[in-house]
């Protein structure tokens, strides 16, 4: 097994034992594990051991994977095969994509969490290219009571969240949970 994913494990292990505190804003509600991008398979074979450690804290754990939105949703419109033929022509529509993922997520959070659930967010890297992370994820934040966790592949340096080593990256108030906390 990986000794960056047993580290970064055994760092979430710590943090959510951590008593929750009350009144923070929402995007301070948020957790990004953070991890090398070459470990996505790894990560995601280990995910029951995050949800272990949230459990073994006190806290309900529930699970979204949104590997498949994207997918899902462009098999959902209408006009498909035109998009596939001419894909800029898709471009204007990755904001309505976002917004009704974080809608269809925002329902099954409401029917299933409450203010001790850390929603585990696994699959954000599928976002890259039709929605920022940092705002679907500041979208999605508004609708969790608890705390939400961002499974990231990606790096984190100086307080910057970077996607799949992507060359732009952005500030967050979230905690960040690193191999090396």
Known sequence: ??????RLIKSFSGYISIPWMAGLADEQRVLFAVYHKEDELK??????EFRLATESAGHRWLELDITRLFPDWMAS???????????????????KFARQAVDMLATQIDEQ??????VALIGCSTLFGFASVSD????LSVHVP???????PGEYTDNTYRLL???DGWGYQATAITADN
């Open 165 to 167: 080593d992507a060359r």
């Open 113 to 118: 969490a409450d203010e001790n659930t850390l």
């Open 43 to 48: 990560l995601r074979a280990r995910v029951e």
């Open 77 to 95: 419109q209408k006009y498909r095969e035109e998009y596939f033929e001419e894909p800029d022509s898709l471009a204007p529509k990755y904001k």
């Open 136 to 139: 679907f994820v500041k979208q």
């Open 146 to 152: 608890g705390r939400l966790l961002v499974l990231f």
């Open 1 to 6: 097994m990986s000794n960056r994913l047993n």
